[in-house]
């Protein structure tokens, strides 16, 4: 296989591999959501060949590769991915530490564009493009130009409403996702979820990220910003306090101001369309029925 597609949130995104002998192997998680078409959103033109930065390029961000362990974020090694300014370039550097085949990967952003470049250096012929971290640095990125949302929580369907649950990590996003489930309801992603609008009407997606997990959508009603509590406590806020609430969810990079800035106005309209509220839960059956009451 030398070109595939995959779509997931609504975005049909392309692979081609540019170099000689190059040949895709996707992991399992993409198998539900590979795809056909031709009106792509992203084309992604693969090469394999060793990663050389420029040197006239800036590094503008550094992130650590953190792996979280029974809910205990542990820093495995300071240097995991990092961006770099060429211009109106993005270039992102990455190891990938998951991958038995690639040492390290490059993915070239052209913002303006819908073609971008990954270079992967490796000594096999058979390479997963979507492998870890570039998956979700893909993803961050066409979010970030395209204005849509990255969150890190929980998506249900429960009786024709939309219900999406957001919080740090120990906050309860699978947990209240399973109850959701147990209750007859339709799990979107008990993870991370890409939250868009369609024509003013938002709906959250997941993404590839467990095998045999098929890409799921569903209008969102109602985004609940949680945490565990001795009782089910759903309350209100204001605008201010829940674009803050949700911005703190987001799967972000700080760096750049411009996107930070389309960000807070799509949470702005993300506010004015959808309900948000606090909810302090007990893990049982309870909060189904506290939330259904709303």
């Known amino acids: 296989?030398?070109?595939?597609?995959?779509?997931?949130?609504?975005?049909?995104?392309?692979?081609?591999?540019?170099?000689?002998?190059?040949?895709?192997?996707?992991?399992?998680?993409?198998?539900?959501?590979?795809?056909?078409?031709?009106?792509?959103?992203?084309?992604?033109?693969?090469?394999?060949?060793?990663?050389?930065?420029?040197?006239?390029?800036?590094?503008?961000?550094?992130?650590?590769?953190?792996?979280?362990?029974?809910?205990?974020?542990?820093?495995?090694?300071?240097?995991?991915?990092t961006v770099y300014k060429l211009g109106d370039y993005i270039l992102i550097r990455t190891t990938c530490p998951l991958s038995d085949d690639c040492r390290e990967a490059m993915l070239v952003i052209r913002p303006e564009e819908k073609c971008w470049d990954l270079i992967i250096d490796t000594d096999s012929v058979r390479v997963d493009p979507w492998c870890y971290p570039v998956d979700g640095l893909v993803l961050y990125y066409l979010t970030a130009v395209r204005g849509d949302i990255f969150l890190h929580g929980s998506g249900v369907e429960y009786r024709g409403y939309g219900y999406a649950f957001s919080g740090v990590s120990g906050r309860g996003k699978t947990t209240i996702a399973g109850l959701f489930r147990d209750a007859g309801a339709r799990v979107v992603h008990d993870d991370r979820l890409i939250l868009r609008n369609i024509n003013g009407r938002y709906y959250m997606y997941n993404t590839p990220v467990y095998i045999g997990g098929k890409a799921e959508k569903a209008a969102l009603d109602t985004v609940l910003l949680i945490d565990h509590g001795r009782d089910n406590i759903i309350?209100?806020?204001?605008?201010?306090?829940?674009?803050?609430?949700?911005?703190?969810?987001?799967?972000?990079?700080?760096?750049?101001?411009?996107?930070?800035?389309?960000?807070?106005?799509?949470?702005?309209?993300?506010?004015?369309?959808?309900?948000?509220?606090?909810?302090?839960?007990?893990?049982?059956r309870s909060v189904v029925e506290c939330i259904e009451s709303i």
């Open 1 to 81: 296989m030398t070109a595939y597609s995959l779509k997931i949130a609504d975005y049909l995104i392309s692979f081609n591999g540019m170099s000689e002998g190059l040949v895709f192997a996707p992991g399992e998680a993409q198998k539900e959501f590979m795809c056909q078409g031709d009106n792509y959103d992203l084309i992604i033109n693969v090469f394999r060949g060793p990663v050389v930065m420029n040197e006239q390029a800036v590094a503008v961000f550094t992130a650590p590769y953190v792996e979280e362990i029974d809910g205990i974020r542990v820093k495995k090694n300071d240097e995991f991915w």
């Open 235 to 284: 309350s209100g806020m204001s605008n201010t306090e829940a674009i803050a609430g949700i911005m703190a969810n987001c799967i972000q990079h700080h760096w750049n101001a411009e996107f930070i800035g389309v960000l807070t106005g799509s949470l702005m309209n993300l506010v004015n369309s959808v309900s948000v509220l606090l909810l302090d839960f007990v893990p049982d």
